[in-house]
């Protein structure tokens, strides 16, 4: 990590403040002076200001619940930040701005998403090849008859071919939500067609699900993370909390 990263980690020091004690002399590492806040350090150096030994924050790991029209970015732009719900200025140390999302939700989408500054764990749970499931909740534009269920389980278990992507998606789990045939909201009898399917799928691409559907020829009208990996959506809206050790240890 950058000199200025570390020293940033390890004290309440804004990096401006920080690039000031390196520019001044006073951070040594190793014993040696160093003067370029770039310089690559590690976590076993012996870093110290003005002699004081200074270890980084241990990492920190929350979840939220994503409401609609707010944007999985740090700062505001056509709609506001997610992080504007996130009262943890000053938390143990916390900053805002340190952290970033693990696997953004469009700005429509809502649900479940994971909030860190370590950027190893995140990497486990966005890289494709990691194989960590997203469950997501979509409600379609057009029902999806009881009959042709199987079949269109099938196609998203082999997968699907996306406008402008080289190669199929990864095997993805449809599970159309039964219930929507037997309350009536989708009708009853021969003719029943449920609107609410679950989807798990283990990349993220840009607009995947909603990319996924309209190759079938549906519409995602709603869209919903319920679950990453073990980690279960279970707060309210705009609510977040701390991840346990076992769940930062899941990925
Ligand atoms: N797929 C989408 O299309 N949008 C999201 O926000 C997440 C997955």
């Known amino acids: 990590m950058r000199l200025d990263k570390f020293i940033c980690k390890s004290t309440e020091l804004t990096k401006l403040d920080a690039i000031q004690k390196i520019h001044a002399g006073n951070i040594l590492v190793n014993g040696a002076i160093v003067l370029e806040e770039s310089t690559q350090v590690h976590e076993d150096n012996l ?61 429509d989408t809502t649900g479940l998403v994971l909030i860190t500054d370590d950027g190893r764990w995140t990497y486990n749970i966005t890289r494709p090849d990691k194989d960590c499931k997203k469950v997501y909740r979509v409600g379609l534009s057009y029902g999806i008859p009881e009959h042709k269920v199987a079949t269109l389980a099938e196609r998203f278990e082999q997968g699907i071919q996306l406008q402008g992507e080289q190669g199929l998606t990864q095997p993805a789990l449809l599970e159309v939500l039964l219930s929507e045939y037997a309350d009536g909201k989708g009708g009853e009898g021969k003719g029943a067609e449920s609107k609410e399917v679950l989807l798990t799928i283990t990349e993220g691409k840009y607009h995947q699900v909603k990319r996924m559907f309209a190759a079938v020829g549906n519409r995602v009208l709603t869209l919903h993370r319920e679950r990453i990996g073990d980690i279960q959506l279970d707060v309210e809206e705009e609510q977040w909390r701390f991840l346990t050790a076992s769940e930062i240890a899941s990925f």
């Not at 920190?60 to 996130?86: E, W």
């Not at 143990?92 to 693990?102: K, M, P, Q, S, V």
Request: hydrophobic share 35%; with cysteine.
């Open 47 to 107: 870093i110290t200001l003005n002699g004081e030994c200074l270890k980084p924050r241990p990492f920190r790991y929350l979840l939220m619940h994503k409401p609609a029209n707010t944007i999985c970015s740090n700062v505001d732009g056509d709609y506001p930040s997610l992080f504007n719900q996130l009262d943890v200025d000053g938390l143990y140390g916390l900053n805002r701005d340190e952290l970033h999302i693990a696997g953004r939700l469009d700005v």
